[in-house]
């Protein structure tokens, strides 16, 4: 069975930082690897898929890795700003498992002005 | 269109009552999703259509929950005698069956059973 883990749980950084969050999954038979960012009791906002195949993507100022060999993502963000306070969650899609998602359990990322 | 939408945003009733909600998906999408998400955790697939075919269907869908989608376009998701461990967010989210099969997600519905 598919498990998806995020470290750290909770992150907190002074606001024009670089940081690094990380999502591993145990089995790397995977299709896709999503990162979403989720404000407090709001539903997830998609911020970048990488295919199986690709090993980065990039949107603005974040940037999103993925090596599937050793079942490991990176999310990086630069320059982080107050308004990047959120949680921020990775789901995979697996080969064999049909269209669901398999979601960790987020990190929660505070952003000090 | 303005995204996926959900109704209502918020549900509290007591232990025992029967509830459903209500997922609209963007147009143009035939595939549509619901999970389940409690405080501090990621969300976890409940089950899956794409048209009006459910297609998946996860453990955790007790037979207490049913889901439909007669038309494969909004799609209702019941609860039935209602338990405490059913208080959640009810997230639904739509794709394409294209490349590369995106999951856009709705605002949720924010259930609580007293």
């Known amino acids: 069975k598919q498990e998806v883990t995020q470290i750290p749980a909770a992150l907190s950084v002074p606001e024009g930082e670089n940081l690094v969050l990380n999502c591993s999954f145990t089995?790397?038979?995977?299709?896709?690897l999503q990162w979403f960012r989720q404000d407090p009791g709001k539903g997830l906002t998609s911020l970048l898929l990488i295919q199986s195949s690709q090993r980065e993507q990039t949107s603005g100022r974040l940037n999103a890795s993925l090596d599937k060999s050793s079942g490991r993502s990176t999310l990086y963000i630069a320059a982080s700003q107050p308004g990047d306070s959120a949680t921020y969650l990775c789901a995979v899609r697996e080969n064999n498992a049909g269209n669901m998602l398999t979601f960790g359990g987020g990190t929660r990322l505070m952003v000090k002005p | 269109d303005t995204g996926v939408s959900q109704n209502p945003r918020h549900k509290i009733t007591k232990r025992g009552q029967n509830v459903t909600f209500r997922c609209d998906p963007i147009?143009?999408?035939?595939?549509l999703y619901w999970y389940r998400q409690t405080l501090g955790q990621g969300p976890e697939f409940l089950t899956y259509f794409q048209n009006e075919a459910q297609l998946e269907k996860s453990r955790l869908l007790s037979d207490r929950f049913s889901a439909e989608r007669p038309k494969g376009s909004f799609s209702t998701l019941e609860i039935q005698r209602t338990e405490q461990g059913d208080s959640a967010m009810y997230l639904c989210?739509?794709?394409?069956?294209?490349?590369?099969?995106?999951?856009?997600f709705g605002p949720g519905t924010r259930l609580t059973v007293l």
């Open positions: 989210a739509s794709s394409f069956s294209g490349n590369p099969d995106t999951q856009y």
């Open positions: 147009s143009e999408h035939n595939r």
């Open positions: 089995d790397s038979a995977i299709y896709n």
